[in-house]
């Protein structure tokens, strides 16, 4: 599975940003994906996931009510919409994809990952 992560950039506080993700060599409907930050100095860690089906979500509790997981599965896409962004969710974001039969809102899931894209959220 190829993974191509767009969007991010620079937002102030309080304001919203797009993260999107590609996923190609695989059908969608046959994986499940992920969202991964990694701020300066911190370990990657897993803030949403989405299953394959799109029938269920996971949001870690930092991000919870403030970020939404999608997908498209006709598309092959996945989008985090983040909204009342704060200079803590500054970090480089990953987009990742498993395999549908293992658990989707555990970290250890995700063998594919795309390139990183940064998002800064300035006070």
């Known amino acids: 599975v190829q993974l191509q992560a767009f969007g991010g950039g620079l937002v102030q506080a309080g304001g919203s940003l797009r993260v999107s993700c590609a996923a190609s060599?695989?059908?969608?409907?046959?994986?499940?994906m992920g969202w991964f930050r990694q701020a300066p100095e911190k370990e990657r860690s897993l803030i949403a996931a989405?299953?394959?089906?799109?029938?269920?979500?996971y949001y870690t509790d930092s991000v919870k009510d403030r970020y939404t997981i999608s997908r498209d599965n006709a598309k092959n896409t996945v989008t985090l919409q983040m909204n009342n962004l704060k200079p803590e969710d500054t970090a480089v974001y990953y987009c990742a994809a498993g395999p549908k039969s293992r658990f989707y809102y555990l970290a250890r899931s995700y063998d594919w990952w795309g390139q990183g894209t940064q998002v800064t959220v300035s006070s």
């Open positions: 060599g695989r059908t969608s409907r046959n994986i499940n």
């Open positions: 989405i299953r394959f089906d799109g029938g269920s979500t």
